[in-house]
């Protein structure tokens, strides 16, 4: 099969299109012929090597955490689907960019999404999905969320707005228009969050979540005032510090198929800003990493 691959920890352009061994479905897993995948920042941190102390790959490496694509191959255990099926999900810590993939976690496609918003969907609506289990209820609650235009924090906003909590986010002035349609009160980033937030929120902010590359985590800690109702997942190093919560996804089915229902009740689009072919996976990663948009790549 043709996959993108690295044999060594580098910039983008370690990055080769080259034919690789195929995998196989295993007990509880799924084969998909992949269709399209999305980079995500875990990809460009495992290529570039900044993370092989924690999460050591073996080389030459497949990049991709999720994808979308036609189921082709069933492992024993697995119930309620088939070969046929069109499905996006979570392989494993980096293996999804390439003509086949094997899926631990996934969901049936809605027939509300394009293949594109499909391949956007996979870490980031399960990580917003575990963000929104970790913080609980939040019907009637406001929630700020820092970095809300991007892929995961634009999926907390769904996930928070169905769950019946008010949202503020703070993206740069030109996604506010978006953030609008979303039902997201807009705000900028920077100096003066909290008078700024005040104004919108002038009963308080409940929790927060914190999903920029941003140095605000202490700063939504002192606008909500509780440890305990403030996560990140971006900022390990943040979390550890100030003794609050780092959510990461799992791969878990449910948290995909919870995405997927609010895809078909017309409450979460996965935002795609970019589209490339699996030639282009240099350009994709360059892009990624230079926080330009979500990048969607698609297979042949």
Do not use: C
Not at 67 to 91: A, H, K, M, Y
Not at 105 to 129: H, K
Not at 197 to 215: E, F, N, Q, Y
Request: hydrophobic share 45%.
């Amino acid at each position: 099969m043709q996959a993108a691959r690295y044999h060594r920890y580098g910039d983008p352009d370690v990055l080769v299109v080259e034919d690789a061994p195929e995998p196989h479905a295993g007990a509880g897993s799924v084969r998909i012929k992949v269709q399209a995948t999305s980079v995500n920042p875990v990809d460009f941190l495992l290529r570039a090597g900044h993370v092989q102390d924690i999460l050591p790959l073996e080389l030459p490496a497949v990049p991709g955490r999720d994808g979308v694509g036609v189921v082709d191959e069933v492992g024993p255990g697995v119930e309620g689907t088939r070969v046929g099926d069109l499905v996006f999900g979570l392989g494993g810590v980096s293996d999804t960019t390439a003509q086949f993939a094997v899926l631990s976690a996934w969901s049936a496609v809605p027939s509300e999404w394009s293949t594109e918003q499909a391949a956007a969907a996979g870490l980031a609506s399960a990580t917003a999905a575990a963000v929104i289990a970790a913080l609980g209820d939040l019907d009637g609650r406001t929630l700020l969320i820092e970095g809300a235009s991007g892929a995961v924090g634009s999926a907390v906003a769904a996930f928070a707005l169905a769950a019946g909590a008010t949202v503020i986010g703070t993206a740069r002035q030109a996604n506010h228009a978006h953030l609008t349609d979303l039902g997201v009160q807009a705000t900028t980033y920077g100096p003066g969050l909290d008078e700024r937030v005040a104004a919108l929120a002038p009963a308080g902010i409940d929790a927060a979540v914190h999903a920029a590359p941003s140095a605000s985590l202490p700063d939504l800690v002192d606008i909500v005032g509780d440890l305990t109702r403030v996560v990140t997942v971006i900022d390990t190093e943040g979390a550890a510090r100030l003794g609050l919560r780092k959510i990461d996804a799992r791969n878990d089915s449910t948290l995909l198929q919870q995405a997927a229902d609010l895809g078909r009740r017309g409450l979460y689009t996965p935002r795609v800003e970019h589209v490339l072919p699996l030639a282009s996976i240099a350009e994709a990663h360059t892009l990624a990493q230079n926080h330009s948009g979500k990048v969607v790549i698609t297979l042949p």
